[in-house]
């Protein structure tokens, strides 16, 4: 066969999987993982059951099934100024180019991270942190570039810190390079069937900015939200789950293994992601390809490690590869979880429609009108849901 016929028999097939893929008639029935049941078959019904037995066991089902272990132990962590500009965006800022180097048995693994801290506030700023998975230029210190993917000015003006990383300092995105990071410090996870790999890594990252943060007096620790986009989506559920000093965690368009379920092999499928990014997962996770129903959690288990504190999830219209009916349901699921808390969610029973965002903490959720993407419209929706629960509107 010559190329181009092959090329086109496969382009073909490939939109055909797609086009079934995204046929609601399609999802069938399934009936998801408990999150309220403890493995002894036991109901939780109190937040002291949920938060000393049932959130272990599901923590341990997520190292062990999906994500992958995530160890916390280094030597040292260093950091040093870079750069910095007192009187960053005309004023308002205080720019610092920092470098961070986490140490463990002589390795070390540099983590460069830009960070604005507003002037004008009165004490340890409240702090949104990005995990970038794209173009280093949407968080560039010299804000040449302005892009929706990190509107820095806007989280400024609103009294916010804003930081940012990028990804590939932890885990290049790549299948063949992904161990030239995080795991160059904790080899033994690389032949391990539950070994982290490159979410994991990316969220790895965000709890060191984190153990900076608590270090840096211009920033309250206790008042970071953690932010990404897609796979950085699902590297901040996972960072959110796994480090719970994170105050608030913001998961965009994250889609599968982030907020949408699994179950609905509707989208993007465990078997597609775990064939097309094979450096994402634990090697234990493609047991489950095709066979979603065998999972021991789904990933409204995974919202749930949050509770209570408050998330933000969204969605954007053309972006059915995400799921965002799927999405939602999981947000529906996890309430259960922050209905133990006394919280009660402000999320309607069915999807909202388009640019209809429910902000009220606990629970945040929009479908943005457009295509998948991290924008302004989604950024002030976070920084609305952070304003409710610092109080600080
Ligand atoms: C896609 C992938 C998604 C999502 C997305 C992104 O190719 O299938 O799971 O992570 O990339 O990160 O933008």
Not at 125 to 135: D, E
Request: glycine content about 6%; charged content about 20%; proline content about 6%.
């Amino acid at each position: 066969m010559k190329l181009l016929p092959l090329l086109l028999t496969a382009l073909l097939a490939s939109s055909s999987l797609c086009a079934q893929n995204y046929d609601e008639s399609k999802v069938g029935t399934y009936t998801l993982p408990d999150v309220l049941k403890l493995e002894s078959g036991k109901s939780v019904t109190s937040k002291k059951v949920w938060e000393q037995q049932r959130r272990s066991e599901i923590l341990g089902l997520f190292e062990e099934h999906v994500y992958g272990q995530f160890p916390t132990s280094y030597d040292k962590l260093e950091y040093s100024v870079k750069r910095e500009d007192p009187k960053a965006m005309n004023g308002k800022a205080h720019l610092k180019e920092m470098e961070l180097v986490v140490y463990k048995n002589n390795k070390p693994v540099k983590i460069n991270l830009v960070l604005f801290v507003p002037t004008a506030a009165k004490g340890p700023a409240p702090a949104f942190l990005l995990i970038n998975n794209r173009s280093r230029r949407n968080t560039a210190p010299e804000r040449d570039t302005l892009s929706g993917f990190w509107p820095a000015e806007m989280v400024i003006n609103a009294g916010y810190a804003v930081a940012a990383f990028h990804n590939s300092e932890l885990a290049p995105d790549n299948k063949n390079s992904y161990q030239n990071g995080v795991l160059q410090l904790y080899p033994e996870q690389l032949n391990a069937d539950n070994g982290m790999k490159a979410i994991g890594a990316w969220a790895w990252g965000a709890s060191r900015v984190l153990d900076y943060f608590e270090k840096d007096p211009t920033i309250d620790a206790k008042r970071v939200a953690v932010v990404g986009h897609s796979r950085g989506g699902k590297a901040s559920l996972w960072a959110a789950a796994q480090d719970q000093r994170f105050a608030i965690c913001v998961s965009n368009c994250s889609g599968n293994t982030g907020a949408a379920l699994s179950r609905r092999n509707f989208g993007e499928t465990v078997t597609r992601i775990n064939t097309t990014f094979p450096h994402w997962f634990s090697t234990n996770y493609k047991k489950y390809n095709d066979k979603e129903d065998e999972l021991p959690v789904d990933q409204h288990m995974l919202i749930a490690l949050i509770a209570p504190r408050p998330i933000y999830v969204t969605n954007a219209s053309k972006d059915l590869w995400a799921d965002p009916t799927g999405t939602f349901l999981a947000m529906k699921e996890a309430e259960r979880v922050y209905n133990l808390f006394g919280l009660k969610s402000a999320l309607p029973q069915s999807p909202p429609p388009i640019n209809t965002p429910v902000v009220h903490p606990p629970m945040g959720y929009h479908n943005r009108e457009g295509s998948h993407d991290l924008t302004e419209y989604d950024w002030a929706r976070f920084i609305e849901l952070a304003n409710y629960h610092y109080k600080k509107k």
